[in-house]
């Protein structure tokens, strides 16, 4: 497989430095990739990046992950709003922790072939430097005229911006040349890749190592993802999309994929996945041909949700979805597990009751229209029992006179009641 081939059809190459196809076409290449470790786990924004590693590896190279330490003690400032909150020492371990885990499920750390991916932080070799150090050995090699150049300073400087440029930011640029150089040096690593707004911080690595130690370094960029409609991608209301399920659920996770737009699920199924390019094709053409069945979004969600959770997951995730709109039975909602329920149900109006009320049942016309307000009126209540409109738990009721008990209850303590085809209630039983 070539790896910038492979990039250029997925729509993941921004720009790379000339002589980098050659690099790989000539021997296997040790590559590397930065990632932010602020939080214990990896979201969304982060898989273009993981994405990368894994297509690098699958060409038959050396996939490097570099956990940004030594920048979350320091707190990277660059392109941000604010100074990002510092981290301790044992923090940064249980977060690097955590993305080695999730890293796993991408790339193959514990292969017995050369080209095993590995995981570094940078903060090993940058907190034995003091600063005198630094700027001798490596602040001496890189002009201010050189550093003034980058058009990421440039447009700090710019008349426009009101924040000006604090010297941390300023010299961040050494500092990732430094991993680089560190890299090269030591793990043979001859190329750094990053999003299209790491390029000036990625080309001070590669001139760091011409000038210092006579070395030639390559650079490769992958564009910043947004969607169809210019918006941010990887961010809905409630946030990030996390890859930590307990951050955000795999029912939430997959959800967020289906709910691609046409124009977004045909960029994200190259970007996100590594399904061949015959077969992304034929989707393409099976989805343009019948775009209401929408099966680009579908198989999509699927492939990555299967990858970031598991396959079980991801059925789990598809019943779900079919219990919220209709189609879903008893026996697969009692199957859910709790926070999967909660996620599709969240937003929905709750009820509260106690546990001791249901000892000794409740009729279902008091419990609905009386102990809760599920209902306005027993008389309208009423009516939808005739009319064949209430469901408790997925299950028509027809009897008026039916009894609510314990043994209605959903992981011992929901109850569940809708009122047509998509007005839920939940009731919480505690």
Known sequence: MNFVEELKWRGMLHDSMPGTEEQLKKELTSAY?????????????????????KHFQLAGHKPIALIGGATGMIGDPSGKSQERNLLDEPTLRHNQKCIKQQLAKFLDFET????????????????????????????????????????????????????????????YQLVQGYDFLWLYNNMNCKLQMGGSDQWGNITTGTELIRRKVGGEAFALTVPLITKADGTKFGKTEQGNVWLDPERTTPYQFYQFWLNASDDDAERYIKIFTALPK???????????????????QKRLAEEVTTMVHSKEDYEMAVEASQILFGKGTADQLRKLNESTFLSVFEGVPQFNLS???????????????????????KGELRRTIKGNGLSINK????????VINENFLIGGKYILAQKGKKNYSLIIVS
């Not at 990739?33 to 993981?50: E, F, K, N, R, Y």
């Not at 005229?145 to 710019?158: E, F, G, I, P, T």
């Not at 299950?395 to 039916?402: A, Y």
């Open 33 to 53: 990739l930065g990632i932010d470790p602020t939080a214990d786990s990896l979201h969304i924004g982060h898989l273009v990046g993981v994405m990368v590693l």
């Open 395 to 402: 299950d028509k009721i027809t009897d008026e006179n039916l």
């Open 278 to 296: 015959a077969e992304i094709d034929a989707l393409v053409a099976e989805h343009k041909a019948a775009p209401h069945a929408r099966v680009l």
């Open 355 to 377: 546990k001791s009320e249901l000892e000794q049942g409740i009729n279902v016309v008091d419990l609905l229209a009386e102990k809760t307000e599920v209902f306005p009126s």
């Open 112 to 171: 017995d072939a050369p080209n095993a991916a590995v995981l570094v932080n940078n903060y090993d070799w940058m907190k034995e430097i003091s600063f005198l150090e630094f700027i001798r050995d490596i602040g001496k090699h890189i002009t201010v005229n050189y550093m003034m150049a980058k058009d990421s300073v440039k447009k700090r400087l710019s008349a426009e911006s009101k924040e000006g440029m604090s010297f941390t930011e300023f010299t």
